[in-house]
């Protein structure tokens, strides 16, 4: 690994600190991640940026402290809490998803052809609105700390996500969905929270949970906004006398998930500790600041590397995402599987639940065993098997033999409950962010930069995919297959960029000391 290994210094107490929260090794040779965020940020945070190799400590006082920072329990009722707000974003983003169409065709009057771009535009304004302003979240969380910045993003995201179902005009929802968009600072504050609450042993098991929540927000918005909109035409007989519905007929869902914002706010305001440790600046240390720029982040060791394969990874996730609803419901004939709205609903619900099992029971021990390199390394090399088993049940459809119908109901699901193992590298790749973080104290910065190009490729990348899927079935380029061609070569990329990933920070501490 290229990046600095941060030397150890004492704080104002005398006790021997792990250098910016990052460093103590662990006994356990397969342990391949670094101790996130735990300590008090000393002197020592000030060298993190210099591409030299660090040290070790002077002497061997401390030991005993690292290891008993190394066993420190993770603080479960902490890290649920901040799940729970976790969930609040992916909510907010998807439970427009069910009605957004009808609503702009009511509140515009706009010929049917046009929805769609209408409602691909108010999609896609909150994934670019958050990129704009993610940056600015995360150094805000750097510099005044972390729970302010996740409460008053909680707070507008839920205001804003609850005004959105009143509006009335297409410029209306324009406007609060970019408001949505602008307060979605809650993602980038709540990852470096959970880091900072985690050490090398639990921080797979926390960010396993963490990415759980997130899918578990994907889950529910669509339900929530799919069962609650309009209510008075869904069940005349509860809401059909209520004139404020009839008024606003997508206002129920919109407050119900805000509603739900305001319990994440109000726990995280109460029970929520603050993560963010301050020492005061030493007049002799310029450097301890923390307000380095983007461009020397950038150009921290190994950073460059693992933020391009991050988003190397969320390109397949949601090329993938945007294609595989499309690609089950197109006719075998033009190259999909051509379910019906049940079978994709179970298929959804297979892919979840399965999702859900690689997450919680598998990940966290293989974390442990590969280290978060070697489980994306492991995903990289799955993802173009993966996507070549797509067409290769459609061939097995297009063939219509009895035998071939069974293998394919066989074949299908099976893949598809084990191929969404790669599922774990999004959670791997987090914990290579975390583990390549020059300092502590720009965690939340780096975080923001790597989710501001994330939140970039989310407003582009299902139009992309889906228009490139369409072009391929409507042509039937290469049979109707040419997505999923593009998807293997994308997916073979992705195995290249992670044997470039920088060794994990213990490994690299381990051959700095066989050179001594």
């Known amino acids: 690994m290229v990046a600095t290994t941060p030397g150890k210094d004492r704080n104002h107490t005398g006790r021997q600190q792990p250098a910016a929260g990052l460093g103590d090794e662990s006994d356990d040779v397969n342990e391949t991640t670094a101790l996130l965020g735990s300590g008090t940020a000393t002197r020592a945070d000030v060298r993190t940026l210099d591409p030299a190799v660090g040290s070790t400590p002077p002497d061997g006082d401390g030991a005993d402290d690292n290891d008993d920072d190394e066993e420190r329990p993770l603080p479960k009722l902490q890290v649920l809490l901040l799940c729970y707000a976790r969930a609040i974003e992916p909510l907010a983003f998807f439970s427009i998803f069910p009605y957004v169409n009808q609503m702009v065709q009511n509140n ?13 535009v108010i999609e896609s304004l909150f994934s670019l609105t958050q990129a704009i302003v993610m940056i600015f979240w995360g150094r805000a969380a750097d510099r005044v ?17 609850g005004l959105f179902g009143l509006a009335k005009t297409i410029p209306q929802m324009i406007l609060f969905r970019c408001l949505a ?3 979605a600072g809650t993602i980038v504050t709540i990852r470096t929270m959970v880091a900072e609450h985690s050490t090398s042993k639990t921080q797979a098991r926390a960010f396993s949970w963490f990415a759980f929540s997130g899918n578990l927000g994907i889950f529910l918005g669509p339900l929530l906004g799919g069962a609650l909109a309009d209510p008075v035409h869904q069940y005349p007989r509860a809401f059909g006398a209520v004139q404020f519905f009839k008024d606003y007929p997508y206002a129920l869902s919109s407050l119900v998930v805000a509603a739900v914002g305001v319990t994440a706010t109000l726990s995280t305001a109460c029970f929520v500790q603050e993560t963010l440790k301050k020492e005061p600046a030493s007049d002799d240390s310029p450097a301890q600041r923390s307000d380095t720029s983007m461009w020397q982040l950038l150009k921290s060791p190994g950073v460059g590397m693992v933020i391009y ?9 949601y090329a993938y995402t945007a294609v595989i609803p499309v690609f089950w419901f197109t006719p075998v004939h033009l190259g999909g599987y051509g379910f019906t709205p049940l079978q994709i609903s179970l298929m959804m619900g297979l892919n979840g639940a399965a999702q859900a099992a690689w997450l919680l029971l ?15 390394r492991l995903c990289a090399s799955a993802y173009p098997v993966f996507f070549l088993c797509c067409p290769i049940g459609n061939v097995l459809l297009r063939a219509g033999t009895e035998a071939s119908l069974k293998a394919f109901w066989i074949f299908m699901p099976v893949i598809l409950a084990v191929g969404c193992g790669v599922s774990m590298s999004f959670t791997a790749i987090q914990l290579a962010i ?10 939340g910065t780096l975080n923001a930069l790597a989710l501001t190009g ?34 293997v070569l994308l997916a073979s990329g992705l195995s290249l960029a992670a044997r470039f990933l920088p060794e994990p920070r213990e490994a690299r501490k381990r051959r700095n000391d066989q050179e001594r």
Not at 309 to 317: F, R
């Open 362 to 376: 598998i990940f966290p021990p293989l974390q442990h065993r590969i280290g978060s390199n070697g489980v994306i």
């Open 454 to 487: 994330v939140s970039g490729l989310r407003a582009f990348c299902p139009a992309l995919f889906t228009s490139i899927f369409a072009l391929g079935a409507r042509t039937q380029l290469a049979g109707g297959y040419a997505i999923w061609i593009l998807l």
């Open 434 to 443: 975390n583990d390549i973080s020059p300092s502590p104290r720009v965690l």
């Open 108 to 120: 515009g009057d706009v010929a049917d052809s046009d929805v769609g771009f209408y409602s691909g």
């Open 309 to 317: 394969t991050y988003g190397h990874i969320m390109v397949l996730a």
């Open 145 to 161: 700390g972390r729970k302010p910045v996740l409460v008053f993003s909680l707070l507008g995201v839920t205001a804003a996500t």
């Open 181 to 183: 968009g602008v307060f």
